[in-house]
Nanobody, 122 residues
Framework: QVQLVESGGGLVQAGGSLRLSCAAS????????MAWFRHAPGKEREFVAQ????????DYADSVKGRFIISTDNAEKSAYLQMNSLKPEDTAVYYC???????????????WGQGTQVTVSS
């Protein structure tokens, strides 16, 4: 059973940085695509970034491109989201997800973590 556990969320001032971590277990992650989605109050869940665990190809939503960096670490069996130059509009619950398809479609990801809250104050 695949399990994803996020950590690293919190409260930060605008312009600050946070690093989200996602500890993965229960699967052979070399064949997976890892991604981050976020869900802000009153909005639909939206794609943030994705990465092929084996190969490292990355893709970012326009709203975070140049500010966020997604990565994986085989030894740690973890995925990360480094978030820089944070804005109040980045406030949301951030979810680590895993799937087999390289896609921005939320339906492509079968495995979800519990989410971690990120709050950016102005």
């Amino acid at each position: 059973q695949v399990q994803l556990v996020e950590s690293g969320g919190g409260l930060v001032q605008a312009g600050g940085s946070l690093r989200l971590s996602c500890a993965a277990s229960g699967g052979t992650f070399n064949s997976y695509v890892m991604a981050w989605f976020r869900h802000a109050p009153g909005k639909e869940r939206e794609f943030v970034a994705q990465i092929r665990w084996n190969g490292g190809t990355t893709d970012y939503a326009d709203s975070v491109k140049g500010r966020f960096i997604i990565s994986t670490d085989n030894a740690e069996k973890s995925a990360y989201l480094q978030m820089n130059s944070l804005k109040p509009e980045d406030t949301a619950v951030y979810y680590c997800v895993a799937g087999y398809l390289y896609s921005r479609d939320i339906g492509a990801y079968a495995y979800w973590g519990q989410g971690t809250q990120v709050t950016v104050s102005s």
